[in-house]
């Protein structure tokens, strides 16, 4: 039996999740171990009742199941991101990277494939709740302030959050963010997935996930296949892509951008419909 979360400061409420997952026994399960964690959750079996129970409850996290009646997860997670973005574990029964991606395309943060370990799906709730209070509370420096990061025609506004390529303002969810960002702090240099996974997602020994992967497809996606080089059995890297105007200077150095040339950006890292 596990012990109330522990990463809880005192007197602060429970948790609050929504489990919409049309097999019982799969409900009962993790409903029965997230309360053993002091969580409050609630359960949807379908996709109408699970988007009303996501408006309703305003939880902090969601686990979503892909194969649901009345309409599939995808679609729940189109609607309750365009309502008000919330941090989203998918369940999926099958291991196809394309659901994968789609999921995270309509502003999934992570995926599981079924069958799953219980100790890891709290664990990597834990993570996403984790990273999303980090995101709801920036403590950007002095720096991060005053400079965004510009990589050729790729600006990062690390304070604000937003993303551009060629001067087209694209729409990260928060991990895919995180993974632009934690590349572009060492360009050009090849970072492994067990780097990666520790350093965005804060999970140690997770050999064997294909959830960098499946972000990082979802990054080309977004903004272009030539941004991120895949390094064969090691991980990735930032490739500094070439800028239109400075064809020619040979610099492809990183620069100073004015954060003034991100006003015209929309608001940060929400889902592609709404990330």
């Known amino acids: 039996m596990s012990t109330p979360d522990q990463n809880a400061a005192p007197g602060t409420a429970p948790v609050r999740v929504v489990v919409i997952e049309d097999e019982l026994t ?14 409050e959750v609630t359960t949807a079996p379908d996709g109408p009742s699970g988007v009303r129970a996501v408006a309703e409850v305003r939880p902090d996290v969601v686990v979503l199941d892909v194969m649901l009646p009345g309409f599939d997860g995808l679609e729940v997670c189109r ?11 998918m369940l999926t029964a099958r291991d196809d990277e394309t659901d994968m991606l789609v999921g995270l395309g309509v502003g999934a943060d992570d995926y599981m494939t079924k069958p799953f370990s219980m100790r890891e799906l709290v664990a990597r709730l834990k993570v996403l709740l984790r990273r999303m209070r980090r995101v709801a509370a920036p403590v950007p420096t002095e720096t991060e302030k005053q400079v ?26 928060p991990t895919e963010f995180d993974l632009l960002l934690c590349l572009a702090n060492a360009p050009g240099t090849v970072l492994t997935r067990e780097q990666l996974l520790a350093d965005v997602w804060d999970w140690v020994d997770a050999t064997g996930t294909r959830t960098v992967d499946s972000h990082v497809k979802a990054l080309r996606r977004k903004l272009g ?14 490739e500094i892509p070439a800028d239109p105007e400075d064809q020619g200077a040979g ?7 004015d954060p003034s040339d ?3 950006l929309a608001t940060p890292n929400l889902p592609d419909d709404d990330s």
């Open 26 to 39: 799969i409900t009962r399960a993790i409903a029965d171990r997230l309360t053993a964690e002091g969580w």
């Open 225 to 238: 296949s030539d941004l991120v080089r895949t390094v064969h059995g090691v991980g990735y890297a930032l």
């Open 148 to 173: 965004a990061l510009q990589f050729g025609d790729l600006v990062i506004d690390r304070a604000g959050r937003r993303v551009m390529r060629a001067g087209v303002p694209a729409h990260l969810t």
């Open 262 to 264: 991100l006003s015209s």
């Open 79 to 89: 609607r309750i991101q365009a309502d008000e973005p919330v941090p989203v574990l």
């Open 251 to 257: 610099t492809g150095d990183e620069r100073a951008a």
